[in-house]
C-alpha cells in the first residue's frame, strides 16, 4: 500500500534567511534600485548561493518586496476615512508616513520597466484613497477648482512621497516628517500652508493615533496595535 507523505515543513533556519534576505533588498533597493543580487547577499550576510536557493533571479526578489510592501500599505490604509476630505487627505499622509520605508523602495522602483505592473499594484490603495479624498474635496469646495481631478490626485501623491524621501533624507523626528507629508498633500490640493497647518493641528489625538505611535517608541509604527 503507498502512502502519502506530507511537504515537509521549512527549516527555520532557511525562514530566517529568507526574511533577512528580503529585509536586506528593502536596504539595498532602497539605496540603489540597480543594485545586483550579490550585494543584497552581502548585506544579508550570506553567500550567493544561499540566496539563490530562495530567489531564482533578480525580479523574482523585487517581486516579493513589492508584493510585501504593497500588502503593509494596503494594511496602513484599509481604516483611512473620515467625513471631511481635508482630514482623509491628512490621514493618508500620516498612514504612509507610518509605512515610508515601503513607499519609499516603491517609489524608487517605480521607473524600471518589467515591475512597472507590479509596483503599480502595490501602490493602488494609496492611489484609490487619494482620489476618493480629492474628488469629494473638490466638490464640496476646499481643494482647487483649475485642475482635472485626476491630475490633481496624481500631483497630490507625487508630491506626498517626494516629501517622504526628503523628511527621511534630512532625519527630521517622527512628529514632524508626518505633519510634512500631511501638510504638503493639502498645500497642493489648493490650502495655504497656514490652513494645512491648522487643520492638522486641529485633529483630534485619538484619530492620529494609529499612526503616531512611533513618536515616543521608535519601532516601526506599523507593528503597534490595529488601526482606529
Given at each position: 500500500m503507498s502512502t502519502t507523505l506530507s511537504p515537509r515543513a521549512p527549516r527555520r533556519d532557511a525562514l530566517e534567511n529568507?526574511?533577512?534576505?528580503?529585509?536586506?533588498?528593502?536596504?539595498?533597493?532602497?539605496?540603489?534600485?540597480?543594485?545586483?543580487?550579490?550585494?543584497?547577499?552581502a548585506e544579508a550576510g550570506l553567500s550567493r548561493r544561499a540566496l539563490y536557493g530562495h530567489f531564482?533571479?533578480?525580479?523574482?526578489?523585487?517581486?516579493?518586496?513589492?508584493?510585501?510592501?504593497?500588502?503593509?500599505?494596503?494594511?496602513?490604509?484599509?481604516?483611512?476615512?473620515?467625513?471631511?476630505?481635508?482630514?482623509?487627505?491628512?490621514?493618508?499622509?500620516?498612514?504612509?508616513w507610518a509605512e515610508v520605508q515601503q513607499v519609499r523602495v516603491l517609489a524608487q522602483l517605480a521607473v524600471h520597466g518589467p515591475l512597472e505592473q507590479t509596483v503599480a499594484s502595490a501602490l493602488s490603495p494609496v492611489r484609490a484613497s487619494v482620489r476618493r479624498a480629492t474628488r469629494a474635496g473638490v466638490s464640496q469646495g476646499y481643494f482647487r477648482e483649475s485642475v482635472p481631478v485626476e491630475s490633481l490626485a496624481q500631483l497630490i501623491e507625487d508630491a506626498a512621497i517626494g516629501v517622504l524621501d526628503v523628511a527621511v533624507r534630512t532625519d527630521l523626528d517622527e512628529a514632524e516628517g508626518r505633519r510634512l507629508v500631511m501638510t504638503v498633500g493639502l498645500s497642493v490640493a489648493g490650502l495655504?500652508?497656514?490652513?494645512?497647518?491648522?487643520?492638522?493641528?486641529?485633529?483630534?489625538?485619538?484619530?492620529?493615533?494609529?499612526?503616531?505611535?512611533?513618536?515616543?517608541?521608535?519601532?516601526?509604527?506599523?507593528?503597534?496595535?490595529?488601526?482606529?
Open positions: 529568507r526574511e533577512a534576505i528580503v529585509l536586506a533588498a528593502s536596504v539595498v533597493f532602497r539605496r540603489d534600485p540597480e543594485a545586483s543580487l550579490d550585494a543584497v547577499a531564482s533571479s533578480r525580479d523574482e526578489l523585487l517581486a516579493e518586496l513589492l508584493t510585501r510592501g504593497g500588502t503593509r500599505i494596503s494594511e496602513a490604509l484599509a481604516d483611512v476615512h473620515h467625513d471631511d476630505p481635508r482630514i482623509h487627505l491628512a490621514l493618508i499622509g500620516a498612514a504612509i495655504s500652508w497656514r490652513e494645512a497647518d491648522a487643520l492638522v493641528e486641529s485633529i483630534p489625538a485619538a484619530v492620529l493615533a494609529p499612526w503616531s505611535a512611533g513618536d515616543t517608541d521608535s519601532s516601526d509604527a506599523s507593528d503597534e496595535g490595529g488601526r482606529a
